[in-house]
């Protein structure tokens, strides 16, 4: 696997997003907004530039909707993530997950942060 930088909170939840299927903005802007309490809410501006990125980084391609249930899901644009977002996502939980384990560890971080 290739080697990753440490992803920004947007990209890490837009591929987490994405992970558990295909999905178009306002949906992938729930999800975000769902998985993190309400702690993170992404406005329209910082949701489609991360979209792009991801898009032009070859993470996340843009697909033909599902048979539209709506008129206005029609005009709705759908992401999905691909096999090497999929690494970078994964390469990402287990970047956080070695820091976690450090952190639970050292003996400077209080007993009740490390269970």
């Given at each position: 696997?290739?080697?990753?930088?440490?992803?920004?909170?947007?990209?890490?939840?837009?591929?987490?997003?994405?992970?558990?299927?295909?999905?178009?903005?306002?949906?992938?802007?729930?999800?975000?907004?769902?998985?993190?309490?309400?702690?993170?809410?992404?406005?329209?501006?910082?949701?489609?530039?991360?979209?792009?990125?991801?898009?032009?980084?070859?993470?996340?391609?843009?697909?033909?909707?599902?048979?539209?249930?709506?008129?206005?899901?029609?005009?709705?644009?759908?992401?999905?993530l691909t096999t090497d977002g999929r690494q970078?996502?994964?390469?990402?939980?287990?970047?956080?997950?070695?820091?976690?384990?450090?952190?639970?560890?050292?003996?400077?971080?209080?007993?009740?942060?490390?269970?």
């Open positions: 696997m290739a080697a990753y930088q440490p992803l920004t909170p947007a990209v890490f939840h837009v591929l987490l997003a994405l992970a558990e299927g295909d999905k178009h903005g306002y949906a992938i802007m729930k999800s975000v907004e769902e998985h993190t309490g309400g702690t993170l809410r992404m406005g329209a501006g910082t949701l489609y530039g991360t979209l792009q990125r991801l898009t032009d980084a070859g993470w996340v391609l843009e697909v033909t909707p599902p048979q539209a249930l709506s008129v206005r899901d029609e005009k709705r644009r759908f992401y999905r970078a996502l994964g390469a990402e939980v287990k970047r956080l997950e070695d820091l976690v384990r450090l952190a639970r560890r050292s003996r400077g971080v209080p007993k009740a942060a490390r269970h």
